[in-house]
């Protein structure tokens, strides 16, 4: 039978919405290695370090033509291309023209939530960190793409802040072994600085912790809830990333990436003994955490049967008062319509000393029940 396609496709798409579902920048379905950056995206800072065991030469470039240009003039040394702010999409085909690079990783570089991976191509090797840094007491999780050649590292993040000045402070003061050294274990350097920075991280959320413990013991609030709730997810972020971070360096002991610089293996070692240490550290302080959140509830539930125990005491002391009130607030007559003694409706109420009498009743209740409930330790 012929199909009618006119009767089908209405059929089919008849109320149906079109949604159209995204993945970073790309949409779901685009041709694979398509990127495009965002309009909102910083204009780029390029910054270039230049040296070897004798000479380093530091300078800025807003262009990557002249910064290419620079690093081909001096090719006899190790180079640094930080660039920091992606630009446009006009400016990062002209990196990948200039230096070949592969349109999937220009891609990975653009979509900003990638998990750390190492990738082997043939002219470059292609790493992807994270850096967690805090800013106004904010953690920002920032991705950073490297490119790995044989002298040039190129390195790119979308903003202008980071954590490898201490990168940059050895380089120009030619501090340890690093101007000794190649651009592999140059890049080990910059990894290893992104790693380090979680140590701080770690110690400033450790410090938030227990001033909130001191806090919410002596009198808890609402926004110490919220804190805490802050400190949590800011805790599974680092916890999540620095497994990311520890699995990458594993992989790059097992590849040919430790055999380009000698015992450049024993650093990548000593840098994967740091992910293990930090995520112990994490592990503690998601433990404190959970546990705060425990202490926050009790403290709030005491409060609150300190209250409730108050407000008991203080109704078992005026409900017999209240009886009292009650019974002798109902007004009986003297008299009888007649003029007769009614000598059963409270006489009380018409004694000269009754008012008094009353009060003095109602005065050692209070002290009884008082006195009472000090005995059994309720007050």
Avoid at 73 to 89: D, F, K, P, V
Avoid at 104 to 120: A, F
Wanted: net charge negative; glycine share 4%.
């Amino acid at each position: 039978m012929p199909r009618r396609p006119e009767v089908e496709d209405s059929f089919l798409t008849k109320d149906i919405p079109q949604k159209k579902f995204t993945k970073g920048i790309g949409a779901i379905g685009d041709v694979p290695g398509f990127f495009e950056v965002k309009e909102s995206s910083q204009p780029p800072n390029i910054e270039v370090y230049s040296y070897n065991e004798q000479e380093c030469i530091k300078k800025l470039f807003s262009s990557v033509q002249e910064a290419a240009d620079h690093v081909q003039q001096h090719r006899a040394l190790t180079s640094w291309i930080n660039i920091e702010g992606y630009g446009s999409t006009t400016f990062l085909k002209q990196l990948q023209e200039r230096f070949e690079l592969h349109n999937l990783t220009l891609e990975d570089i653009v979509y900003t939530s990638q998990r750390p991976k190492v990738e082997d191509y043939d002219s470059h090797l292609f790493i992807i960190s994270r850096m967690l840094y805090f800013t106004n007491n904010t953690l920002v999780n920032e991705q950073i793409g490297f490119f790995i050649f044989e002298n040039v590292v190129i390195t790119i993040q979308e903003s202008y802040e980071d954590c490898l000045q201490p990168v940059r402070e050895r380089i120009v003061g030619a501090r340890g072994r690093i101007r000794q050294r190649n651009a592999y274990y140059l890049s080990y350097a910059l990894m290893d600085a992104i790693i380090d920075n979680f140590f701080p991280m770690i110690e400033q959320i450790h410090g938030r912790l227990e001033k909130l413990e001191e806090a919410i013991m002596v009198n808890p609030k609402q926004e110490h809830l919220n804190e805490i709730t802050k400190t949590k997810k800011e805790i599974i972020q680092i916890r999540k990333v620095i497994l990311a971070e520890r699995d990458k360096i594993a992989e790059l002991m097992r590849s040919d990436y430790a055999e380009k610089d000698t015992k450049l293996s024993l650093f990548l070692r000593d840098a994967y003994d740091h992910c293990i240490q930090i995520i112990e550290l994490i592990e503690g302080e998601k433990e404190i955490a959970y546990s705060l959140m425990d202490v926050y509830m009790s403290t709030v539930s005491n409060k609150t049967n300190d209250v409730m125990k108050f407000l008991t005491v203080l109704s078992a002391i005026f409900i017999p008062l209240t009886f009292i009130a009650g019974v002798y607030g109902m007004n009986f007559a003297e008299r009888d319509h007649k003029g007769n003694i009614l000598p059963l409706n409270m006489p009380e109420l018409y004694s000269p000393y009754g008012y008094l009498a009353t009060w003095g009743v109602m005065l050692l209740m209070v002290v009884g029940l008082v006195v009472f409930f000090k005995r059994r330790k309720w007050l």
